[in-house]
C-alpha cells in the first residue's frame, strides 16, 4: 500500500513572487503543466486538459481553495466521470503549494498532493513520477526563467505631483471543498 500523500520540495533560483505567476497565471501553468482555465479565485473551478488514456479522459477538475499570495494556494484534484465518484479509480484528491524564500533569495516550493486511497495504486505512480521529476522542476524553472523582474511600478506620474507605489496587503482565503 502507498502513502496517502506526495510530497516534493523544488529549489528554484528564482524569488517566490516570480514562481508564483508560474502557479497562478494560466498561460503559464500550461507552459509547465497542462492547459488549462485556472484563475486565483477561492471558488473558481477549472480543469487542467491533457491527452487521454485509458481509463482517463484526460481532465482533471478542479477548485481553488485557498490562496495566500505568493505563499500558500490549494486547489481540488478529481479526475474521472462524475458517475463513477466514490469508485476506486474516481480520483479525489487536493494539491497544496508553500512558496517559502530561501537564504538567498530563491524559492523553496513545497507540493503536497493528499486523499489518495490505497486502491489508487496505479494512479499514485503516475502522478508521483511527474511531480518528484526533474523534468517538472525544469520545465517549472524554464517558464520562470522568461518572466520580467523586478516588476517596475511608477513612484511619479506626469505632473508636479509624487504618488507612492500601492501597498499590497496579504490575503488569505480559505474556502472548504465541496
Same mark, same amino acid.
Given at each position: 500500500?502507498?502513502?496517502?500523500?506526495?510530497?516534493?520540495? &523544488?529549489?528554484? *533560483?528564482?524569488?517566490? $513572487?516570480?514562481?508564483? !505567476?508560474?502557479?497562478?497565471?494560466?498561460?503559464?501553468?500550461?507552459?509547465?503543466?497542462?492547459?488549462? @482555465?485556472?484563475?486565483?479565485?477561492?471558488?473558481?473551478? /477549472?480543469?487542467?486538459?491533457?491527452?487521454?488514456?485509458?481509463?482517463?479522459?484526460?481532465? #482533471?477538475? #478542479?477548485?481553488?481553495?485557498?490562496?495566500?499570495?505568493?505563499?500558500?494556494?490549494? &486547489?481540488?484534484?478529481?479526475?474521472?466521470?462524475?458517475?463513477?465518484?466514490?469508485?476506486?479509480? /474516481?480520483? @479525489?484528491?487536493?494539491?497544496?503549494?508553500?512558496?517559502?524564500?530561501?537564504?538567498?533569495?530563491?524559492?523553496?516550493?513545497?507540493? @503536497?498532493?493528499?486523499? /489518495?486511497?490505497?486502491?489508487? $495504486?496505479?494512479? &499514485?505512480?503516475?502522478? *508521483?513520477?511527474?511531480?518528484?521529476?526533474? *523534468?517538472? !522542476?525544469?520545465?517549472?524553472?524554464?517558464?520562470? @526563467?522568461?518572466?520580467?523582474?523586478?516588476?517596475?511600478?511608477?513612484?511619479?506620474?506626469?505632473?508636479?505631483?509624487?504618488?507612492?507605489?500601492?501597498?499590497?496587503?496579504?490575503?488569505?482565503?480559505?474556502?472548504? !471543498? #465541496?
Amino acid at each position: 500500500m502507498q502513502p496517502s500523500r506526495l510530497l516534493s520540495i &523544488y529549489e528554484l *533560483k528564482h524569488p517566490p $513572487e516570480k514562481v508564483w !505567476r508560474a502557479l497562478t497565471e494560466s498561460e503559464l501553468i500550461a507552459g509547465w503543466l497542462m492547459p488549462n @482555465d485556472f484563475k486565483p479565485v477561492v471558488g473558481h473551478h /477549472f480543469t487542467f486538459r491533457t491527452t487521454p488514456r485509458a481509463g482517463w479522459d484526460g481532465v #482533471c477538475h #478542479c477548485e481553488v481553495l485557498a490562496v495566500d499570495p505568493p505563499h500558500h494556494l490549494r &486547489y481540488s484534484w478529481c479526475g474521472g466521470p462524475p458517475e463513477r465518484r466514490g469508485h476506486d479509480w /474516481f480520483l @479525489d484528491t487536493t494539491v497544496t503549494w508553500t512558496l517559502t524564500r530561501s537564504p538567498s533569495g530563491g524559492t523553496r516550493l513545497r507540493l @503536497d498532493h493528499e486523499g /489518495f486511497k490505497s486502491e489508487q $495504486e496505479a494512479t &499514485y505512480s503516475i502522478l *508521483k513520477s511527474g511531480w518528484s521529476s526533474e *523534468k517538472m !522542476r525544469t520545465s517549472m524553472a524554464r517558464v520562470v @526563467d522568461g518572466l520580467a523582474w523586478p516588476t517596475q511600478v511608477p513612484t511619479t506620474l506626469p505632473g508636479p505631483r509624487a504618488v507612492a507605489p500601492p501597498k499590497v496587503e496579504r490575503l488569505l482565503i480559505l474556502n472548504q !471543498r #465541496c
